[in-house]
């Protein structure tokens, strides 16, 4: 039985206005900085555990204003720091959404690979006396074991006569591992 982790329909008019939110997103958070990898590296990070210095050595400065000299800057940090606190909820939100998109468009890519793994199994059993010697031959590899590897497959598919061979024979990579390396049954 074909896998069906998820059935999803986006109508045009759907994506249409989710790029049209997406937009308005974008404008409304135009003041975002996109950093690059060697400044990530180098500035100093706000932990979880130092927010918390962070936050008291602020209030304190402000309850002081006699001892803060103008050039630290201190009303700009308290306007950052309101802006990381309604910022952090946005983020939050992005984060979950982000993660469910992803985590969607894995599970339709997997439903895919599955049906296609089983139809290409059936165009080589059944198709041999319908003509689709040549359709299966051009779809690629002699076993799914060469597209997903024998790891991802079940241990009874990945021990299939000429998994193994199959997968070293058009990717170099090691043949299937013994029985033995698997702790689960056999589906």
């Known amino acids: 039985m074909t896998q069906n ?4 329909t986006l109508s045009d008019e759907d994506v249409a206005a989710v790029n049209a939110a997406l937009s308005d997103l974008e404008s409304r958070l135009s003041g975002l900085l996109a950093l690059d990898n060697a400044t990530r590296r180098q500035i100093t990070k706000m932990g979880d555990k130092s927010e918390a210095f962070v936050r008291q050595t602020l209030n304190v400065l402000e309850q ?18 309101v802006a ?3 910022l952090r909820p946005v983020l939050s ?8 998109v992803a985590d969607s468009e894995m599970a339709l890519g997997s439903d895919l690979m599955n049906t296609a793994l089983e139809g290409y199994g059936l165009l080589k059993v059944s198709g041999r006396n319908r ?7 051009a779809l690629g590899p002699a076993s799914p074991a060469a ?14 006569p000429g998994a193994g061979r199959a997968r ?20």
């Not at 002081?64 to 720091?81: H, M, T, Y």
């Not at 939100?93 to 469910?100: A, D, K, M, Q, Y």
């Open 5 to 8: 982790l998820l059935s999803l």
């Open 93 to 100: 939100r992005l984060h979950r959404l982000t993660e469910r």
């Open 64 to 81: 002081n204003p006699d001892i803060v000299p103008p050039a630290l800057g201190l009303p700009e940090a308290q306007a950052d720091l």
């Open 84 to 86: 990381m606190d309604r």
């Open 168 to 187: 070293s024979q058009y990717c170099n990579a090691p043949k299937a591992p013994s029985a033995g390396l698997f702790s689960g049954p056999a589906a």
């Open 147 to 160: 597209i997903v590897g024998p790891a991802l497959l079940r241990p009874s598919e990945a021990l299939a």
């Open 131 to 137: 003509g689709l010697e040549g359709a299966a031959e």
